[in-house]
């Protein structure tokens, strides 16, 4: 059953902890996405790949920190610069980014509370 | 300049009636204009598409109206039903400069169809 596959659904993290979210897809598509969603502001790009060993910064990477080490794979890592980091997190994936981003399919996301 | 800008924020229309959601851009280099449905919990699913070499496109009750002039989009919902009751983004994107492989999203709208 191809998707993509984000680990845990909800996490709970203390101030100050750094916290990595999971992306797997098995789709074989070459862009991955990271998104941040937060009420009434839609999704903002944290974090983008086009091809495995390289990524560019989104619109707020700031406190924010990925890899793509392997085609399937796109973690995100939550460090404690990150100032507000509650909110829900979205990992995508589109076939590839030179024919125009064309559609984008998402994961389940990831629900990130500081406590 | 890469801003897209959707309205209204929340919208409830009674069943079978017409659901009409709206979205404005300012970057020319735009070329490509999607629509994503978002469920609760979920991660959001592309809906329709559309690219600015046409005015419209329709897919079974859900029809994309693009007006490239006044660089605006909308999508209508025709009979409504409770279950498209979700949250409706719009975004754009390009295949070259600052917007190339992102997809911009506009801040979403909560739709809500009442039996």
């Known amino acids: 059953d191809g998707g993509i596959t984000q680990s845990p659904k909800y996490l709970f993290r203390k101030e100050g902890q750094n916290v990595t979210l999971s992306c797997e897809q098995n789709l074989n598509h070459d862009a991955m996405y990271w998104y941040r969603q937060d009420p009434g502001q839609g999704l903002r790009l944290i974090y983008y790949s086009q091809i495995v060993n390289d990524f560019q910064k989104g619109d707020i990477a700031e406190g924010y920190s990925v890899s793509r080490e392997k085609k399937e794979s796109f973690p995100l890592t939550v460090t404690s610069a990150q100032k507000n980091p509650t909110a829900f997190y979205l990992c995508?994936?589109?076939?590839?980014?030179?024919?125009?981003?064309?559609?984008?399919?998402f994961g389940p996301g990831t629900r990130l509370t500081v406590l | 300049q890469q801003q897209v800008k959707q309205s209204p924020q929340s919208l409830i229309v009674q069943k079978g009636g017409i659901s009409i959601i709206n979205c404005a851009y300012e970057?020319?280099?735009?070329?490509?204009f999607p629509w994503y449905q978002q469920f609760p919990g979920k991660g959001p699913a592309l809906l329709i598409a559309?690219?600015?070499?046409?005015s419209e496109k329709k897919e079974g009750r859900f029809t994309i109206s693009f007006n490239k002039s006044a660089k605006q989009f909308s999508l209508h919902i025709m009979d409504s039903q409770p279950g498209d009751s979700a949250t409706y983004f719009c975004?754009?994107?390009?295949?070259?400069?600052?917007?190339?492989?992102?997809?911009?999203f506009g801040q979403g709208t909560i739709l809500t169809v009442h039996p």
């Open positions: 995508a994936s589109s076939i590839e980014v030179l024919a125009g981003v064309g559609e984008q399919f």
């Open positions: 970057n020319t280099a735009f070329d490509y």
């Open positions: 975004a754009a994107t390009s295949n070259g400069g600052t917007s190339y492989g992102k997809l911009t």
């Open positions: 559309i690219r600015p070499d046409v």
